[in-house]
Every structure is written in C-alpha cells, then in structure tokens.
C-alpha cells in the first residue's frame, strides 16, 4: 500500500462551522505533512509531525489545529476559517525521519476546501 | 519572497520532441532537488532528484541537469509523450533546525504534449 489518503475530496464550509480533514498511510512512515495550496501558487507547508509529535508549525493561525491520533492518522480541525482559507489542502508523508537527505513526499489527493 | 521559481507557467510540445522545464533558486542553502508531477485531481508525485554533488541524474527518459553557480535546473524529458502532459513542481531541500529537510516547492509548469 503506498497511498496516502484524504478524506473529504470536497468540503464547503460556512466561516462559524467546525469541520476537520482527515488523512490515512500505511507505508510505516513517522513524518506527515500539511500543506496548503492556493491557485497558481506553490504548495505551501503548514505542519509537520513527526513521530507522532509536532515538529514544524509554519506560523500558521491558530484556526487550523493540527492533530495525530497515531502514526498512521493525521486530522486538520478548521474552525472560524475565513473565505481566503479557501485551497487545496494536501497531506503528505516521508520514510521515517525528517533527516533523512534524499527522502522524497508522498501526497494524497488533496481536500479542496471552499470557505463561504 | 519566492525561493524556488518556476518562471514559464506553462509549455506546449509536439509529441516525440523534448520538453525543457527550468527551475531557479534564490537560496544557496539548498542541497537536493528534485521535481514532482501532478496530474489533475492526484496529488504530486516524486519524479526524479539530483543532489547538488551532482550536475546530471537520468532516469530512463527524464534527465535531470543542476547548475549550481547560475543556481538553475532543469528538466529534460525526450521523447515526450502525450501521458506526460501534467504540472510539474521544482522542489529544494535544505536543512532547517534540528537536521530536518523540507522541500520548498516552485508554483509549477503545466506542460501539455501534443499527440
């Protein structure tokens, strides 16, 4: 099994609702990502978890909270976003640790989120 | 500021010709590239890498060539193939505190081959 999966595919949101994005592997991998991307622009990093504990925040607003049940689950809970939260949220993960030099992402889908 | 660019947003080739996909980086930190192929509705996936010891990866009809002074790479991929029609990401690597590698991705180039 080498995907990484995301659940929902779509999500519309009103700006007072509470939702989460979920994310699934099973390839035994300890780092997992969030990345966030907007139209014509770059995958842009929000989170990373690694073992299971956060490792990364990219300052990112405390409207989005990260979560990891455990080494195979990644959730994104969203709450009071903004229309400009609107994107593509991907998750990704990479073979077990963070220095690892050459190890490369492994993305899901993605969850494309409309915020109204 | 971006620290990866991806200048050509898109790029049009007849089947069976090269396609030549550029990437300039800003940040001299970086070590190891590498570039991802996205077809619409799937996430990214990894394509091919080069780390910056070398100047040149190959891998079956993708090549991978670094230019570290001009801080430049590109991707080549002969023949081109209509299956190869997707958005490809640049990606670079360097180490942040505490050892870990994070790619810092490029906005992309649609590239679209021509049957």
């Known amino acids: 099994d080498t995907e990484v999966t995301q659940t929902p595919k779509h999500l519309v949101m009103g700006m007072t609702n509470k939702k989460s994005l979920k994310c699934e592997q099973h390839m035994g991998h300890r780092a997992m990502y969030w990345y966030k991307q907007k139209a014509k622009k770059p995958p842009e990093l929000m989170f990373v978890y690694s073992y299971e504990k956060l490792s990364i925040n990219e300052s990112v607003p405390s409207r989005f909270s990260p979560e990891c049940p455990n080494s195979s689950l990644l959730n994104l809970h969203l709450h009071a976003l903004q229309p400009e939260d609107s994107a593509l949220y991907l998750c990704?993960?990479?073979?077990?640790?963070?220095?690892?030099?050459?190890?490369?992402?492994?993305f899901g889908e993605g969850s494309r989120l409309t915020v109204l | 500021d971006q620290q990866v660019k991806q200048n050509s947003p898109s790029l049009s080739v007849q089947e069976g010709r090269i396609s030549i996909l550029n990437c300039d980086y800003t940040n001299s930190m970086f070590d190891y590239f590498l570039w991802y192929k996205k077809y619409p509705a799937e996430g990214p996936t990894f394509l091919i890498s080069i780390s910056s010891i070398k100047d040149k990866n190959e891998d079956g009809r993708f090549t991978v060539f670094l230019n570290k002074s001009a801080k430049h790479l590109s991707l080549h991929i002969v023949p081109s193939q209509p299956g190869d029609s997707a958005v490809y990401f640049c990606?670079?690597?360097?180490?942040?505190?505490?050892?870990?590698?994070?790619?810092?991705f490029g906005r992309g180039t649609s590239l679209i081959v021509h049957p």
């Open positions: 990606a670079a690597k360097r180490p942040l505190s505490g050892g870990s590698y994070i790619p810092t």
């Open positions: 990704a993960s990479s073979p077990p640790a963070l220095t690892v030099y050459t190890g490369e992402l492994f």
